[in-house]
Nanobody, 114 residues
Framework: VQLQASGGGLVQAGGSLRLSCAAS????????MGWYRQAPGKQRELVAT???????LYAESVKGRFTISRDNAKNTVDLQMNSLKPEDTAVYSC?????????WGQGTQVTVSS
C-alpha cells in the first residue's frame, strides 16, 4: 500500500491550496482516509477524515474552511483548503486504513505567509 501526497506550497494568508493523496489501491478497499498535520515543535494533529460511506470529521480549527473528499475514479483523497491562515503552516500527511492497519504517505509542506 502506497500513498503519494502532493499539492503543498507557499501561499499568502486568505489563499487556497488543494492537497491530493493518491493511493496505490482502489480507495474502495480502504476504511477511514484522512489528513493530519504537524507544525514545528507541535504534535501531529488530525485535520480531517472521511469514511467509505462519506462521513466526515474535521478539526474545529479548520471547520468551514477545509473540505475533504474522496475521488473514487482517481483513487485519491483530497483536501481543499480555503481561507488559509499562518497557523495552518505545517507538514500535511495523508493516512488511510487498509485491512485495519494505518498507512501513511510522505508529508507535503504547506506554508502560509501573513
Amino acid at each position: 500500500v502506497q500513498l503519494q501526497a502532493s499539492g503543498g506550497g507557499l501561499v499568502q494568508a486568505g489563499g487556497s491550496l488543494r492537497l491530493s493523496c493518491a493511493a496505490s489501491l482502489s480507495i474502495f478497499s480502504f476504511g477511514v482516509m484522512g489528513w493530519y498535520r504537524q507544525a514545528p515543535g507541535k504534535q501531529r494533529e488530525l485535520v480531517a477524515t472521511m469514511t467509505g460511506d462519506g462521513s466526515t470529521l474535521y478539526a474545529e480549527s479548520v471547520k468551514g474552511r477545509f473540505t475533504i473528499s474522496r475521488d473514487n475514479a482517481k483513487n485519491t483523497v483530497d483536501l481543499q483548503m480555503n481561507s488559509l491562515k499562518p497557523e495552518d503552516t505545517a507538514v500535511y500527511s495523508c493516512n488511510a486504513y487498509w485491512r485495519g492497519y494505518p498507512y501513511w504517505g510522505q508529508g507535503t509542506q504547506v506554508t502560509v505567509s501573513s
